[in-house]
């Protein structure tokens, strides 16, 4: 069978969601040129990465569009919250603000941009900060008054920035958007050679279908050809009670009517895996869909309006978590969409049995190089004469090391 995979259709309910663009290629052969010398430079040291004395944890791809990044992010959020303090930096994309931004409980999505804004409303006991330069914005965590108890810090889609030297690296791969047969911008969707993956500690295979057969994970387990120093995982996406936007009460997926009429609304990269995965429920669903992190005007909210208006009963309209928070609040909605607009909140399951060992090492990272965390604590608590050690290292923080 060799490292090639066996490619289903949308029919089969499983999605082959490359397309490339042959005519474009001797672009992307010079685009290629370009990201090499850039991450040649890093190899030589020409270009610095900077390492931090606090554990920072980086989660990104090396393709254009959506591959789970949030959903992993919260994961990892929901692992350690509660043990230590977390905090996440994002470059914010699309905000209208600049710099350095601390969010708080009266943050506006538009000074942060959506994926942020979800997190914050998630998980309001955690730091949120956006920042484009990584480096500025770690420095501003560690040692602002208000985040200077920050004990990890997560990266959210940070794996081209290399100025920052992450002590793990996990790159996202989506399922029906392999590397491996993928190409470079702009032909394809990659945003650097399929070289890049070797940097990462970690490897998961995003989106996968619940089905997938045990012949399937050993083929693209070899088709990864990873290091002895990474570990590959596999997570599917794992779908949530709708929730209402504006009000009313949530409802079970299995409560969808084999008849009712979906409205599925979106502004994502990747909105076709949703599709597919609501199409056991009802074959009924009409996509309304829009670029990543689209901003919705006035001509917009009346094709909503006039969309849901023309559909027949009975019907709903099914959003995304992070659509909910440039949805929400705005003006000229009709009263119908408003009773019927529901968003679907997505997390993620892990494969063969692999979530304790992949949180194993999360934490078992973070307490090795941690300043302040409860968990060095509690480690110290037992050396005599440490009982006010803080724990702090210099130096680079190495998952490769532990």
């Not at 008849?259 to 995965?277: F, K, R, V």
Request: glycine content about 6%; aromatic content about 8%.
């Amino acid at each position: 069978m060799g490292t090639n995979i066996k490619r289903k259709s949308y029919t089969e309910m499983e999605g082959d969601f490359i397309k490339i663009k042959e005519w474009m290629l001797p672009l992307s052969w010079l685009y290629g040129l370009g990201v090499r010398l850039r991450n040649q430079l890093f190899e030589m040291g020409i270009l610095k990465s900077r390492a931090f004395d606090v554990p920072v944890i980086s989660v990104g791809n090396i393709t254009v569009g959506g591959s789970g990044k949030t959903p992993h992010v919260e994961h990892l959020i929901k692992l350690l919250d509660g043990m230590m303090q977390v905090a996440v930096l994002s470059r914010g994309y699309k905000r209208k603000s600049k710099g350095y931004v601390l969010a708080d409980k009266n943050t506006e999505m538009r000074e942060i941009g959506d994926e942020p804004f979800q997190i914050l409303k998630k998980f309001p006991d955690i730091h949120i900060a956006v920042d484009k330069n990584r480096c500025r914005g770690i420095e501003n965590l560690i040692t602002g008054d208000k985040t200077k108890n920050t004990d990890v810090v997560l990266l959210d889609d940070a794996y081209q920035h290399r100025y920052v030297k992450p002590g793990i690296n996990i790159l996202l791969i989506d399922y029906h958007r392999l590397i491996i047969y993928d190409k470079l911008l702009p032909a394809g969707r990659l945003r650097e050679p399929r070289q890049g993956k070797n940097r990462a500690d970690i490897v998961i295979i995003t989106k996968c279908p619940q089905d997938l057969k045990p012949m399937e994970f050993r083929v693209l387990t070899k088709a990864m050809a990873l290091f002895p120093y990474q570990q590959l995982f596999f997570t599917t996406l794992k779908y949530e009670k709708l929730k209402p936007l504006y009000s009313g009460e949530g409802r079970a997926l299995e409560s969808i009517k084999a008849n009712e009429n979906i409205l599925l609304l979106t502004g994502i990269a990747s909105p076709w895996q949703m599709m597919i995965d609501l199409q056991p429920f009802t074959k009924h669903i009409t996509p309304l869909t829009y670029p990543d992190h689209h901003q919705f005007c006035k001509k917009d909210i009346r094709k909503i309006n006039d969309t849901f208006a023309a559909m027949p009963s009975p019907k709903m309209i099914v959003t995304t978590e992070k659509d909910n928070a440039r949805l929400f609040g705005l003006d000229g909605l009709s009263d119908e969409v408003r009773r019927n607009i529901y968003m679907l909140p997505v997390s993620i399951e892990f494969m063969l049995g692999q979530q304790e060992e992949f949180n194993e090492k999360i934490i078992g990272y973070v307490r090795k190089n941690s300043r302040n965390s409860i968990l060095a604590k509690r480690k110290d608590d037992n050396k005599p004469g440490n009982s006010n050690h803080s724990g702090n290292r210099s130096g680079t923080i190495s998952f490769r090391n532990n």
